[in-house]
């Protein structure tokens, strides 16, 4: 028995299902890590692996960064947290802030389902609607207004869709002020929207939707979602809780559609819980608690803007020039190349989709450009197969083939992912059907 299954055990008397975090699920049983270092991890039974998780794409700058570390434990050496505010937020804020041409004012949460729970709060407050519009396929955290249509089957027809629960655990009656459009498609979503504008709140949208399959949002759509925004008198609020690690400023968004609000998180935490909103001062206001109205949005949290956290932020944040986002960019254009060759190579149908540092592969397909080639792709046991050969080769993705590079990783690491992933795919043609 292996120390990951004996662990596996050990959880099973006190967790449900030895779980706490659906994302780990794994069968017979997961993968027990014991640490890390620069773009490496090390499970409980001595066997090192390449990380491309990155703790589904958080750690930017993989694990040990001196800077990081360096910043955490000073901190720890003033104090853990606080009941009252630290000079620590504000630098992190001002960071941001500074770095992003539409953040004007931010407010931190504890996690990016958090960042976009506010955000949909604060967007109610500012309109006094109700009605939330989302994207089929797309995940925004948990959150019942947004835990809908996530991986159900793809929109038919023009017709307003009933929202459909991703767990039982959703509320029905959060699902009657949810509203499904799908993503990058004008004339369907306009004939969805168009009836509720006068309930509608905000429409929330990720520019780069990992579950939808990692596939960026179009110009044309963006630019329809704005302009039906602004006439309507909506909120346009962009989830880049993942999609922030594109770029300096994040996801790339020309001024005339830029976002009301932005939740983020993952990366401008530096490996540690975080979450923010941020956007315009006009709408930010709502959570400004010297306020009197009933428009105020009441947001605290014991661990909200702990400078643990916001140290951690701070020194990884700063560690990311400009050039260093560029050269992580580079680096995914070649992973998306070399993987695309890969596929080529061995005579296997697939792709590969992304931007930036992250990629997603799929197996089956020869192109992703729709949620609904997603969905169908995502039944195919092959990607599980192919998965589970290169962990075996010592390379970690998500289990839905989700990719994120760090800081750490050179070249030389993206052409072992393309060999493992080329083995894996070879193993996998050799299979007799």
């Known amino acids: 028995m292996s120390l990951s299954h004996a662990a596996y055990r050990r959880a099973l008397r006190v967790m449900p299902g030895g779980n706490t975090r659906t994302s780990n699920f794994e069968k017979p049983h997961p993968t027990y890590l014991v640490c890390g270092s620069g773009a490496y991890v090390t499970d409980v039974d001595g066997r090192r692996y390449l990380d491309f998780q990155n703790n589904f794409t958080t750690l930017i700058h993989g694990y040990g960064h001196p800077s990081v570390v360096d910043a955490i434990r000073r901190q720890a050496g003033l104090g853990l947290s606080f009941a009252g505010p630290t000079v620590a937020e504000i630098e992190l804020a001002e960071l941001l802030v500074e770095r992003v041409s539409y953040f004007e004012q931010i407010r931190f949460t504890n996690t990016g389902s958090e960042a976009v729970m506010i955000a949909i709060k604060a967007a109610r407050a500012y309109t006094g609607r109700d009605?939330?519009?989302?994207c089929d396929g797309a995940y925004h955290g948990n959150y019942d207004v947004v835990e809908a249509n996530v991986t159900t089957p793809p929109l038919a027809g023009t017709e307003r869709p009933t929202p459909k629960g991703e767990h039982s655990g959703v509320a029905r009656s959060a699902l009657s002020d949810c509203l499904i459009?799908?993503?990058n498609d004008i004339e369907r979503t306009r004939k969805i929207i168009e009836s509720a504008a006068d309930r509608l709140a905000a429409i929330v949208v990720d520019p780069l939707p990992s579950r939808i399959g990692l596939i960026a949002i179009s110009a044309d759509y963006l630019t329809f979602l704005r302009n039906f925004t602004l006439r309507n008198s909506s909120l346009l609020i962009f989830d880049q809780v993942l999609s922030f690690r594109l770029g300096y400023g994040g996801a790339p968004v020309a001024k005339p559609n830029f976002p009301d609000l932005c939740a983020i998180g993952k990366i401008i935490g530096g490996g540690l819980p975080i979450g923010a909103v941020a956007g315009r001062t006009d709408i930010m206001a709502v959570f400004d608690p010297a306020r009197a109205d009933r428009a105020c949005v009441i947001h605290s949290g014991t661990f909200t803007a702990n400078p643990l956290s916001m140290a951690a932020g701070l020194a990884a944040m700063t560690a990311l020039p400009r050039s260093e986002f560029d050269r992580l960019n580079v680096l995914g254009a070649q992973a998306r190349s070399l993987i695309a060759e890969a596929f080529a190579s061995v005579g296997i149908k697939g792709t590969v989709t992304g931007e930036g540092s992250l990629f997603r592969l799929f197996v089956g397909p020869e192109q992703v450009a729709s949620y609904a080639d997603t969905f169908a792709a995502a039944h195919d046991p092959r990607l599980r197969s192919v998965v589970v050969r290169m962990r075996e080769r010592k390379v970690l993705l998500s289990s839905i083939g989700l990719g994120a590079l760090s800081t750490p990783m050179t070249g030389t690491d993206i052409a072992y992912l393309?060999?493992?992933?080329?083995?894996?795919?070879?193993?996998?043609?050799?299979?007799?059907t």
């Open 131 to 134: 009605l939330i519009a989302k």
């Open 418 to 432: 393309a060999e493992t992933l080329e083995e894996a795919l070879r193993s996998l043609k050799s299979e007799p």
């Open 181 to 183: 459009i799908p993503f």
